[in-house]
T-cell receptor, first 112, second 114 residues
Framework: SAVISQKPSRDICQRGTSLTIQCQVD?????MFWYRQQPGQSLTLIAT?????????ESGFVIDKFPISRPNLTFSTLTVSNMSPEDSSIYLC?????????FGPGTRLTVL | AQKITQTQPGMFVQEKEAVTLDCTYD???????LFWYKQPSSGEMIFLIY??????QNATEGRYSLNFQKARKSANLVISASQLGDSAMYFC???????????FGKGTLLTVNP
């Protein structure tokens, strides 16, 4: 099974700033995704990270707020832009390998 | 569109007993997958088990088994011989068609008592 790492594991940021989260997979995955988990809630898909092209965003999420890159099959970044306290969440990346989907350990973001 | 319903916000089980966590789903796709994840307090999402809609046998992975009843659109997780370390939030999810995006239920918080 794929092992996924994320950096940073947590951060505390000021309102109005941006944070870039990195996701690295130790083996090739066919698809990569970014999810958000707000406090006490379930996971919601932000976007599908497409290799070498623009990400595909879900309803309610836009590229200006959550720009995503995926330069190769094993690496992706998510930026949370112009942050507000409402962006305080756990952000998780996942990778699909065969029929399974594995998640990174998550990035706990607190916005003050 | 996919929808997952987990009706048990919390469940309690005695150590070494078996427990069933309920999950029902709704989908218009002919081909879909069903997943269970464990999320301990540390926050990581641990993949437990997968069931494909065309799989005839119920999936099993060690102490985890998925009771798949396609006609009822249910995919319950059975944990046998519960351990204290099983205490966590459990999420059911499904993916449909060819997009493989996961839709999650609200989760069930399982507490294993000694």
């Amino acid at each position: 099974s794929a092992v996924i790492s994320q950096k940073p594991s947590r951060d505390i940021c000021q309102r109005g700033t941006s944070l870039t989260i990195q996701c690295q997979v130790d083996s090739q995955v066919t698809m990569m995704f970014w999810y958000r988990q707000q406090p006490g809630q379930s996971l919601t898909l932000i976007a599908t990270a497409n290799q070498g092209s623009e990400a595909t965003y879900e309803s309610g999420f836009v590229i200006d707020k959550f720009p995503i890159s995926r330069p190769n099959l094993t690496f992706s970044t998510l930026t949370v832009s112009n942050m507000s306290p409402e962006d305080s969440s756990i952000y998780l990346c996942s990778g699909k390998q065969y029929n399974e989907q594995f998640f990174g350990p998550g990035t706990r973001l607190t916005v003050l | 569109a996919q929808k997952i319903t987990q009706t048990q916000p919390g469940m309690f089980v005695q150590e070494k007993e078996a427990v069933t966590l309920d999950c029902t789903y709704d989908t218009s796709d002919q081909s879909y997958g069903l997943f269970w994840y464990k999320q301990p307090s540390s926050g990581e999402m641990i993949f437990l088990i997968y069931q494909g809609s065309y799989d005839e046998q119920n999936a099993t992975e060690g102490r985890y088994s998925l009771n798949f009843q396609k006609a009822r659109k249910s995919a319950n997780l059975v944990i046998s011989a519960s351990q204290l370390g099983d205490s966590a939030m459990y999420f059911c999810a499904n993916s449909g068609g060819s997009n493989y995006k996961l839709t999650f239920g609200k989760g069930t918080l399982l507490t294993v008592n000694p």
